[in-house]
Structure formats: C-alpha cells, structure tokens
C-alpha cells in the first residue's frame, strides 16, 4: 500500500570498525507493515546494518530517522525512547540465564516500564502465549531448546509494543529440525502487520513475505526490489546468482 511519510528511514549511513568500512553510505525506508529481507555474503555488512539501525553502533555517518523525525543519539532519554520502539532480535537468544522465561519477557517491562511486577507477568504471559510457550514460562532458559529461547526472544521484544522489529539471522543457531516453529512465529508477525527488517539465508521463507530483497556487499546495497523482480530477472541478478547457490547448498528450489 503506498504511504507517503515512512515509518522508518536510513540515511547515508556509514560505520568504521576495526578501521574497515563495515557500512558504507546504505540508505533503506520502511512502510509501516513493510518486510525488507537483506541477504547476502558473510562479512556484507548486514548485522552491523542493523545494529545500527537500532544504534546499538552508533554510525559514524548519517541519520535514523522515526516517524520522520531524527534520533539524536546524544541524548539519553531520545536514545532509550528509540529503543524501546525498535525491538532487536539476535542470533543467539541473549537471554539472563539466571531468570525463568517469563521473568526474561517481564523484566524490561518492570525495569524501563516501571510497570509493577503483577501487571508485567501478566503481559509477559500474554507474549508467550503468542508464541506458543505459555506452558514453558516457569522453565529456565537451560531448560529450552534453542527455538523455544528464540521464541522466548522474540516475545520479550513484542512486549515493548515496538514499531519496527529487526531480526538478525534468527535461525542461525537453531538446529534444522528447530528453524520452523521460529518462522511460523515470523509468518505470524508478518500476517499482523508488523514493520520488520530481516537478516536470513532462509530464502525461500523470505521469498514468500518480503516485500522487498535488500542485497548487501562489502558494506553497501548492490540490488534492491520483490523477489520476484530479482529472482526472474534476466540477466541473472546478484542476488538470483546468490540464492541459487544457497539453494544448492540447503536442497531448496530457489
């Protein structure tokens, strides 16, 4: 659906790490209810894209932008405000080991929130119910497989109420048999009209959401546009070249 003010937007973003030019001047909008997948080679720039999307890394170069006014990163409250809105999911859980998975969805909401422990668990509950963990939030997280972590993960973030959830590689370290309860919950969120940015090798799943295919290399975008424009296209596409060899790799029709 066209929309004239987007909801979230990257401007000539730039980040140095370790003196390398990890991203280099990337510019993305998103359309509230938008699925932007990014893919490409390991060491392209995705993570640290959005990372910085979520200024976990502050850029070096350039502007965020929400509901078109600029983050000012300087300034504390801005910056805690932004994060409470762009909810982040990592590859590998980044739960407290130490808290039941409810308490893990809970504690943002009591400790940035100041919401009072009985409202929060009730919420919290509400999250995990959505993702189908209600009957596993007494357990720890050592108690959980890695896609019932993920989920828990992803949970923890809605609880926020964010406006844009960035998701990076949320199936990497999941074993096989574990990636489709994590994606059926993705489906979901998409279905509901949530604004996200994707890191995946999930190619297939991706082809069947995104609105958009965001190809990253050596920290910038290279191609851009609906899978079905990049992967039909002739000639061959960077990004059809690199989806065939995943699919050869996963035993997927790319």
């Known amino acids: 659906m066209p929309q004239t003010n987007p909801i979230f937007r990257v401007e000539n973003v730039s980040k140095i790490l370790g003196g390398n030019k990890i991203i280099d001047k990337v510019s993305l909008e998103l359309n509230k209810g938008d699925l932007k997948v990014l893919i490409g080679p390991s060491g392209g720039g995705k993570s640290t894209l959005l990372q910085c999307m979520n200024l976990l890394y502050l850029p070096d170069e350039g502007d965020i932008y929400l509901e078109g006014d600029k983050v000012n990163p300087s300034k504390k409250a801005a910056l805690y405000g932004f994060r409470q809105q762009v909810g982040m999911i990592f590859q590998d859980f980044n739960l407290f080991d130490h808290l039941s998975a409810l308490e893990n969805v809970a504690i943002a909401l009591i400790k940035v929130k100041k919401q009072s422990k009985a409202k929060a668990g009730e919420r919290a509950m509400q999250e995990l119910d959505r993702v189908g963990l209600s009957d596993k939030a007494d357990l720890y997280p050592a108690q959980l497989s890695g896609g019932q972590k993920q989920r828990v993960s992803v949970a923890r973030a809605l609880a926020m109420d964010p406006k844009i959830m960035l998701l990076d590689e949320p199936t990497s370290?999941?074993?096989?048999?574990?990636?489709?309860?994590?994606?059926?919950?993705?489906?979901?969120?998409?279905?509901?009209?949530?604004?996200?940015?994707?890191?995946?090798?999930?190619?297939?799943?991706?082809?069947?959401?995104?609105?958009?295919?965001?190809?990253?290399?050596?920290?910038?975008?290279?191609?851009?546009?609906?899978?079905?424009a990049l992967m039909d296209c002739t000639p061959v596409s960077r990004t059809k070249d690199f989806c065939s060899k995943l699919a050869e790799l996963y035993g997927e029709e790319a």
């Not at 309860?181 to 993705?186: G, K, Y």
């Not at 940015?197 to 609906?226: K, N, Y």
């Open 173 to 228: 370290a999941l074993d096989p048999e574990l990636i489709g309860e994590v994606l059926a919950v993705i489906r979901d969120l998409a279905a509901s009209g949530m604004t996200m940015v994707m890191a995946t090798h999930q190619i297939a799943f991706a082809a069947s959401l995104a609105d958009e295919f965001v190809f990253m290399q050596d920290g910038r975008i290279v191609e851009q546009g609906s899978p079905q």
